[in-house]
């Protein structure tokens, strides 16, 4: 291919978003432990609304939850401990399966230094790696790594069907789904399937003997960002039935290398049912289309996103049964580099096309004797165009280093001021989250030249997960758990107490503190505090975790003198030790 980018990185490392900074600023004591592949129903857990599901580090052929459910602002939380969790099935099931889920978060952000704490793989065909459906509903997934599939990466939708017309568009909406910082790569299909194909004309069934069409459920608040894509046998990211969705701050790379059908070979596809935004993404190396846009519902606004090395056009829009007229499809500050065919290619007649300060550089890159054009028509479709930078001649923009994907601005570039004011578009930043226009007028591109920064997009955080809950309960596959003990209440260190000797060292402290007591009993709860009284931290150990010793790091604290509280299920000890 003719003037082909090779992506080198520098791009991902400069613009500072390609994956959310993760923090573990907070512990999260576990709940409950599972330690075996299987099959888990909620009814034999029983779990509380913001308990804390641990998945112990290992290895695992498959993980099922049935019917689990947290409440809003109270999700329950499946989380990696100790290390990472690696799920690869080999047989017809996905590795991490959720059926009639509700109000839950699946992490992979429980261990400080690892950015994906779980990973899942299948390798049978058409099995994705994991499923969320059968009803299920306000999901996030986070930290966690597809390392191959035989289809999706990820799936998010219940197809209507005739056994349960509770799953129907009439009588179900997917709500809250929130997928990000995740790394998918090495799939059959697609990396992200989210939502139904058949928004608009729905799927014929034969329910009790007669033909019907039934349609799938939508999915309102659809929040994908901070993910990366790579390596997918059709589209990187496909949506549908998503109306008001917000995709962002995404890397999706070489996609549609072996789809199952000749048209699903593109980066990112917004399917029929499905408006919203599409914004700070990077697009590189779809087969075919880099973005396709078809059977869309209403307003779709696409900004500073870059688009390169598509195989055949960069932008395809065309509507589908549903799509609603007059609606704006709004394309503003974005790249678009070596396309092979047409940079635009745009179909939907019956809707208003909007092109603001893009650039469209190098198309025709299969040198073709066709006449491909910089912004082609097709069925009457007409747009509205200003500002947008139009050449065969990339080195001419004055773009950083093109050749390594870095799109951002050099000082002489002929791109600076150029553009229009698209403020009231709602366009205020640029594809590095710099502000705009930071001269004398908006830069034409996805990026801004200069360096102020606009209001940063928060960064996911992970939470460290200990065995520090008195009484967490380790689950198995279809056995009946028990009831999850109460936390021990603690009130401070000068509540009474039935005295118990301890031995504490090494004394002054440098970095873990060793905790004896008589043999046989069991530690149940260490906490250390200032001597103004303040708790620094505390420990929690389960039944027969810690008997008769016990270890604390005590390295993060500051020099000086700390109180020691140590419950155990004799009694309780104080005493003091000096941190080195």
């Known amino acids: 291919m003719k003037g082909h980018i090779g992506w080198m990185g520098t791009w991902l490392l400069g613009a500072g978003w390609a994956v959310s900074a993760q923090a573990q600023s907070t512990k999260c004591p576990c709940d409950y432990l599972i330690k075996t592949s299987g099959t888990y ?23 099922k939850f049935y019917n689990f459910a947290g409440e809003a602002g109270k999700p329950l939380t499946f989380i990696n401990y100790g290390g990472p969790v690696v799920i690869k099935s080999t047989g017809k099931e996905s590795a991490l399966d959720f059926y009639n889920c509700r109000n839950i978060k699946v992490s992979g952000g429980g261990k400080p230094g690892l950015q994906y704490g779980i990973t899942a793989q299948t390798t049978f065909q058409d099995v994705s790696a994991m499923h969320i459906h059968d009803k299920s509903t306000d999901v996030e997934v986070e930290f966690v790594e597809i390392a191959g599939a035989g289809f999706a990466g990820i799936m998010a939708k219940t197809d209507p069907s005739c056994s349960d017309s509770t799953a129907w568009r009439s009588n179900f909406t997917m709500t809250n789904v929130h997928i990000h910082d995740n790394y998918i790569h090495d799939v059959k299909g697609e990396g992200m399937y989210i939502g ?42 496909q949506i549908g039935c998503a109306p008001d969705f917000n995709v962002h701050h ?37 087969h075919d289309i880099g973005l396709i846009i078809v059977g869309h519902l209403g307003d779709v606004t696409v900004s500073n996103n870059v688009v390169i090395n598509s195989g055949g056009v960069a932008v395809f829009c065309d509507e589908r049964t549903g799509s609603l007229p007059n609606r704006a499809i709004r394309f503003i500050n974005n790249t678009f580099v070596n396309s092979g065919e047409d940079g635009f290619r745009l179909y939907n007649e019956t809707q208003k096309n909007i092109l603001v300060n893009n650039v469209i550089a190098n198309i025709n890159t299969l040198n073709s004797r066709s006449p491909y054009k910089a912004v082609s028509f097709g ?15 990339v080195t001419t923009l004055r773009f950083a280093d093109f050749a390594k994907g870095d799109f951002k601005l050099l000082k002489d570039s002929p791109l600076i001021d150029k553009g229009v004011d698209v403020s009231s578009m709602g366009v205020v930043s640029d594809l590095a989250d ?21 209001p940063a997009v928060p960064g996911a955080e992970g939470c460290e997960t200990t065995l520090t809950r008195i009484g967490y309960v380790t689950l198995q596959p279809g056995v009946q758990a028990p009831p999850l003990p109460p936390v021990e ?18 004394v002054p402290c440098p970095d873990r503190l060793q905790i004896t007591v008589e043999t046989g009993v069991e530690i149940r709860r260490v906490a250390i505090y200032s001597l103004a009284g303040q708790e620094v931290n505390q420990w929690r150990f389960a039944a027969r975790e810690a008997t008769g010793r016990c270890e604390i790091t005590v390295t993060p604290y500051a020099s000086g003198l700390y109180t020691i509280r140590v419950t155990t299920s004799a009694g309780t000890g104080t005493g003091r030790f000096l941190k080195q």
């Open 489 to 506: 209440v603690i009130t401070g260190v000068e509540e009474s107490v039935v005295p118990i000797e301890l031995a504490l060292s090494p």
């Open 379 to 393: 069925q009457n479709a007409t747009a509205e165009q200003t500002g947008n930078t139009i050449t065969q001649d």
């Open 250 to 286: 995404n890397v999706v790379r070489s996609t549609g290398i072996a789809p199952f059908t000749p048209d699903q070979d593109n980066g990112i596809q917004i399917g029929g049912g499905a408006d919203g935004q599409l914004h700070h993404n990077y697009l590189e190396d779809a």
């Open 196 to 237: 139904n194909s058949f928004w608009g004309t729905g799927q014929e069934r034969t329910c009790n003997g007669v033909k019907v069409r039934l349609f799938p459920h939508n999915i309102t608040n659809l929040h994908i960002h901070h993910n990366r894509v790579e390596r997918t046998g059709a589209e990187g990211i």
């Open 41 to 63: 129903y909620a009814k034999q857990v029983n779990a509380p609304a913001g308990s804390t599901i641990c998945i112990q580090a290992g290895q695992y052929e498959t993980l």
């Open 434 to 454: 710099r502000l705009r226009p930071q001269g004398v007028g908006y830069d034409v591109g996805a990026y801004e030249f200069g360096e102020l920064l606009a």
